[in-house]
């Protein structure tokens, strides 16, 4: 499974940002994928999770996730949509999936994901 982040950049406070993971060579038919985030000096956190059993859980209300699904090119997109960003809102943003997973994706922790994006900087300046 690769994972492929983009969208990143330097926003003004306030503004919006989509980042989006483009994930190929997920093998079955449930997965679970989620967006990470750290922010300087601080532990990396979950913002939200998708599984295909149950959908999403979010962590960050203040987000919205929306997965699309390429039949033809076998690829999973999981965007993040940010709006009303602040500078603390400034972080490295991650990936990550885990194939063959039937279950919530509240039960996973970060050490649950087998697979992580290389990761992608967001700057939100005051």
């Known amino acids: 499974v690769q994972l492929v982040e983009s969208g990143g950049g330097l926003v003004q406070t306030g503004g919006s940002l989509r980042l989006s993971c483009t994930a190929s060579?997920?093998?079955?038919?449930?997965?679970?994928m989620a967006w990470f985030r750290q922010a300087p000096g601080k532990e990396r956190e979950a913002v939200f999770c998708f599984d295909t059993r149950y959908g999403f859980t979010y962590y960050d209300y203040s987000v919205k996730g929306r997965r699309t699904v390429d039949s033809a090119d076998a690829k999973i997109a999981l965007d993040l949509e940010m709006h009303s960003l602040q500078p603390e809102d400034t972080a490295t943003y991650y990936c990550a999936a885990v194939d063959d997973w039937g279950f919530s994706c509240r039960e996973l922790t970060e050490s649950g994901y087998d697979f992580w994006g290389q990761g992608i900087q967001v700057t939100v300046s005051s």
């Open positions: 060579g997920i093998l079955e038919d449930e997965y679970a």
